[in-house]
C-alpha cells in the first residue's frame, strides 16, 4: 500500500482526497494546509476533513489528528508517514514550489514528490535542483496535471509517428462553477493575462479578482501562455520550445467546458507526409479528474523509480504514468 500526502487542501487537493478514497492500492495519510496539517496511518476521511475545512479552515482543527502549525510543511514533513506526496499548493510567488522541494531536501525525508506546476519558468527552478534532489534520495516528478500533464505526455506518444514534428498546440477548456473553488488556479492564470504577471496577480485581493472576472463575464481567455509543456518536450528531445503553444478558455461561471480541450501535433513522417493527430478530452471529464488522475499515476510510476534506487527530477514526458487501482 502507498502511503500518499497532500500538500493544499483547496480545489485540487480537495479532489486528489476524493480521487483516493475507492483506490485499493493507496491511502490519504497526511495533509496539510496553509494553517495546519492531519495525519493518521491508518488513513484520513475525506468526510470528515472537508466539513471542518470548511466549517473551521484548516485541516488542523481534525481531533485528535490535526495540529495547527504556522509552518505546516515543514512539520507533516517530521511527524507523518508517508512514501509520496501530490504538492496541490499554489504556486504563489513563482519560487513557491522551488523552495518547498528544497525544504523536502533538507530535512532528510527520502521519497516521491509529484506536482501539477504550469509555467516554464516554475519547472526550469526544479531543473536546477537535479543533482540536489538525487542525492537527497528523492524522486520528484514535475508537471504532472492536465496541462502540463496528461497532454505533454500525450504530445510525446503522438509524436512517434513522425520524423520530425513542426507544431505542437494545446487548447484547453476549463469550466467551474465559481472561482472561489479553485483561487490559485483562477490567480495563476490571471497573470497570463496581457498587462498582468505574477506578482501583480498575487497581490490581488479577492475582491479585485472578482471585479475583473465581472468585467468579463467570468470568461478568461488565455494565448500563448508561458507553459511548461514547451520545455518539457524539448528535454524529451521532441522539438524545440518554440513549436509548443498553449492556450485556452476558462469559464468561472459554469462547470460546462467551454470548449473541448485538445493537443494537436503536426509533423512529417518518413514518407514525407505532413499530418495532424488530435487528442481532445471528453468533454464531460472535468479539470480536477484530468489533473489528479495523471498526478496519481505519476506518483505510481515514481514508487516503483525510487523502489529500483533511481532519484532525481523528471518529467511528466519522460516517465509513463502508471494506472492506480
Ligand atoms: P487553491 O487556492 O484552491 O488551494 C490552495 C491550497 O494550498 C489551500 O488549501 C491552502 O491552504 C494551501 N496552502 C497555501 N499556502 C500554503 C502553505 N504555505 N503551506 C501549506 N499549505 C498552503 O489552489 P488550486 O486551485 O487547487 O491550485 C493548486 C495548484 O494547481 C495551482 O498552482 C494551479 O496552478 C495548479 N493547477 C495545475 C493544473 C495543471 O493542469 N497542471 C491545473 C489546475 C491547477
Known sequence: ?????????????????????????????????????????????????????????????????????????????????????FLALPNLPNTFMADVARQFINSGWRGVLVDALKRTSAVEQLLALQD???????????????????????????????????????????????????????????AHLPGYDVEKATAMTDVEVEALLNETNGILTLENMEH???????????????????????????????????????????????STHTFTLGDETSMAANVCGPAFGYLKAGISLHRRGIYGLFTAAEVMPQFVR
Open 228 to 274: 511548461a509543456d514547451d520545455v518539457m518536450l524539448e528535454l524529451a528531445g521532441i522539438c524545440s520550445r518554440d513549436r509548443v503553444s498553449v492556450g485556452g478558455v476558462v469559464d468561472t461561471r459554469n462547470p460546462k467546458k467551454p470548449l473541448s480541450t485538445n493537443v494537436k501535433v503536426t509533423g512529417r513522417t518518413f514518407e514525407g507526409k505532413i
Open 132 to 190: 540536489e534532489l538525487q542525492q537527497a534520495g528523492i524522486t520528484y516528478l514535475t508537471g504532472c496535471g492536465a496541462t502540463p500533464g496528461l497532454l505533454t505526455a500525450a504530445a510525446a506518444i503522438a509524436a512517434q509517428s513522425y520524423a520530425e514534428i513542426h507544431n505542437v498546440t494545446i487548447t484547453f477548456g476549463v469550466g467551474i462553477a465559481n472561482w472561489e473553488a479553485y483561487r490559485a488556479t483562477i490567480r495563476e492564470d490571471i
Open 1 to 85: 500500500m502507498i502511503k500518499v500526502g497532500l500538500l493544499g487542501f483547496g480545489g485540487l487537493g480537495q479532489a486528489a482526497a476524493r480521487v483516493l478514497a475507492p483506490k485499493g492500492e493507496m491511502i490519504w495519510t497526511a495533509v496539510a494546509d496553509h494553517k495546519g496539517y492531519a495525519q493518521n496511518k491508518a488513513g484520513l476521511d475525506y468526510d470528515t476533513l472537508i466539513k471542518i475545512y470548511h466549517k473551521q479552515g484548516s485541516v488542523g482543527f481534525l481531533a485528535p489528528d490535526g495540529i495547527l502549525s504556522s509552518h505546516s510543511i515543514q512539520d507533516v514533513i517530521k511527524q507523518a508517514s508517508v512514501d509520496g506526496y
